[in-house]
Every structure is written in C-alpha cells, then in structure tokens.
C-alpha cells in the first residue's frame, strides 16, 4: 500500500496519497480533496502546486 496523508477536518479523517516527483520532492495528491469534504485549498501565487502529472516527459527548466 502506498504512504498517506491524513487530514482532519470536522471531526471526519480523511486519507490522500503521498505522491514523489521527477526531482524526488514529495507531494499530496488532493485531487479528491473538494469531493471527499467539500473543501478547496489557497496556494496564494502558485508556489507549492504542481500542475500536472507525466509519465513521458521531463521538462529540463534551467536547460530551456
């Protein structure tokens, strides 16, 4: 089985996988998040959420 997260929220725990990037860093798939307990998540500007998911390309940003 894979890692999990679990969140808290009104009394209910509610279980999302632990998901690992091209790069090894380590996410939260929450993208049953709104579905399982009605809320959403603020990443204000951006910076703490990957986009998409590949399993066919590797986009080298410092190569261009």
Known sequence: MSEMCK??????????PIVVGTENERGIDIS????KTGYITLDDGYGNTGSCESAITYIDGDQG
């Open 32 to 35: 049953s998040l709104r579905s």
């Open 7 to 16: 969140i808290e929220l009104d009394g209910n725990t509610h279980e999302f």
